[in-house]
């Protein structure tokens, strides 16, 4: 957006003037238009390494061979990329200089815009080509340049990138799903396109920009280390052996960002070392009078990449590690696919309790009459006869424990259900029919606590529903994790932290609504 550059330019000068005591001060504001630009950050070449690869490439995109007359053209666009560097540098030069001949400045523009302008207008030629775009087609070409907005990082900033990339590069990247972008156009050769969302790829692109000793920061959603679908950008981060440390905030009781319901990890890498590591926060919840403290009380820990689950843990303590990796020695149970005797429903977005029921829960609309609540799921195991005892854990302490610690904290779906490692072959009968015991003792006291509500929506009309409060049953629910802590080996201090896991939240009176 040219307006978005126009604004930053606008609020540097601001900030520089800011900072002046007096007006006699004031001295003459530097010229950025070459150091701050616009464009596509995805579309354009980062490196003389992907022309190269440009010239390689048919308009019927088959790979050829690199000629001698294409070496030459190589060569020649870096001699040219070197030189309007080089001229980029004298017209930084002659800001400095006292008594400045005005015209000399606007000509040392002038000629360097012109440089710059004749090589981008080379390099999208040669770029069009990857996009089909042909250039003999004047109006096609100039749709393809007006929709795309190519930015050719190796000559904008020639001599950084000349130099192995920037020493910082932070931001905060469009969370736009690819599939919105389609039309307008389409970023390619990225590792991360399968990842689906632009701030994966904005990811991929600002570790191409950077040197091995430089720092990196983005602020992306949570999705980075929670689910499948980016496990391209979480190979990358091995890839890239640099130290990725990922803090990370839900959106309920207080949001980071207020008016952006949107639960966030903030990303930082070091420089490169001999091989990657994870270093993660836990799930940070907060109050709002905690906000000012918010920063400086996080702890990290080291975490790692999860292949099962496609997921990085939020680890924040030696406890958190502890008790995953005891979880991770058991099985996950066997599902049917396509439910037609369902086993039991599962609310599909928890909150502070997951709901898990062996009855469906009460639901009728005016509309379509009494059915069953689209946000209850129907699950169906291959072994029926231990419905009770999944029943059970699905409803835990700890199961919402590890959701929370390593998804998104928000759906709960077939993906986090059937990878929760309970172990069934190795559970003992007895354990078995505890669990079996306590599932229907709370299936009971769901009921009991239950609240009927009515509610209208423009869509449905109005419908009426029962409400169950999992809050009001957790002496239950802590009976089955002393079940499961013998299961599993858990110590009285991993039992403890599972019971009282995010206490203050889960039990807090401002959340009975929302159980």
């Known amino acids: 957006m040219e307006e978005a550059v126009e604004i930053c330019k606008l609020r540097l000068f601001l900030k520089l003037v800011a900072q002046l005591d007096t007006y006699d001060q004031i001295e003459p504001l530097p010229d950025v238009d070459f150091n701050v630009r616009a464009g596509n950050t995805l579309v354009g070449f980062t490196s003389l390494e992907e022309i190269r690869k440009a010239f390689t490439m048919t308009a019927g995109g088959q790979r050829r061979m690199l000629y001698a007359e294409d070496e030459k053209k190589l060569r020649r666009i870096e001699e040219e990329a070197e030189l309007a560097d080089r001229a980029f540098h004298q017209f930084r030069a002659m800001q400095t200089k006292r008594g400045m001949n005005a015209g000399a400045f606007a000509s040392a523009k002038s000629d360097l815009r012109k440089q710059l302008d004749n090589l981008r207008n080379e390099l999208d030629e040669y770029l069009s080509g990857e996009y089909g775009a042909k250039t003999d087609d004047e109006t096609a070409y100039q749709q393809w340049r007006n929709s795309h907005q190519p930015f050719h990082w190796f000559v904008e900033f020639y001599g950084i990138m000349h130099n192995g990339g920037f020493d910082v590069v932070i931001g905060n990247p469009p969370y736009v799903e690819l599939s919105t972008t389609n039309r307008q156009y389409r970023p390619r050769n990225f590792l991360t396109e399968t990842c689906g969302n632009l701030y994966a790829l904005c990811t991929e692109r600002a570790f191409t920009l950077l040197h091995q000793r430089a720092r990196f920061s983005f602020i992306v959603p949570l999705s980075v280390q929670t689910t499948a679908r980016m496990n391209n950008l979480q190979q990358l981060f091995i890839q890239e052996k640099r130290h990725i440390y990922l803090s990370t905030f839900d959106v309920y009781p207080s949001k980071l960002f207020e008016g952006a319901k949107q639960r966030i990890s903030l990303l930082i890498s070091t420089e490169r070392f001999d091989k990657s590591r994870f270093w993660t926060t836990s799930y940070n919840r907060w109050r709002p009078e905690e906000r000012n403290t918010l920063f400086s009380t996080l702890r990290y820990y080291r975490s790692y990449l999860d292949e099962n689950c496609c997921v990085i843990p939020k680890l ?110 190795q559970m003992k009968d007895e354990i078995c029919e505890n669990l079996a015991a306590f599932a229907v003792q709370l299936m009971k006291d769901y009921k009991q606590h239950s609240g009927r509500k009515t509610a209208n929506y423009k869509a449905k009309g109005k419908v009426e529903y029962d409400e169950y409060y999992p809050r009001k049953s957790k002496p239950i629910i802590d009976e089955i994790d002393r079940v499961l802590a013998k299961h599993y080996g858990f110590t009285d201090e991993e039992l403890d932290f599972i019971i009282n896991y995010d206490i203050k939240y889960r039990m807090g009176r401002e959340d009975l609504d929302r159980d």
């Open 316 to 425: 924040g303590n030696r406890i958190v590690e502890q008790i995953l990796h005891k979880l991770s020695k058991y099985g996950s149970v066997s599902y049917k696919q396509n439910p037609v005797a369902p086993s039991f429903y599962v609310h599909r977005i928890p909150y502070n309790y997951v709901k898990a029921f062996d009855f469906v829960p009460y639901f009728w609309s005016e509309i379509d009459g009494r059915k069953k609540s689209e946000d209850y799921k129907p699950y169906q195991l291959d072994l029926q006869e231990v419905t009770g005892s999944l029943l059970a854990v699905l409803n835990s302490n700890l199961f919402f424990w590890w959701w929370y610690s390593l998804f998104e904290g928000y759906h709960c779906g077939r993906h986090e259900i059937f990878s929760f490692p309970i172990g069934i072959r």
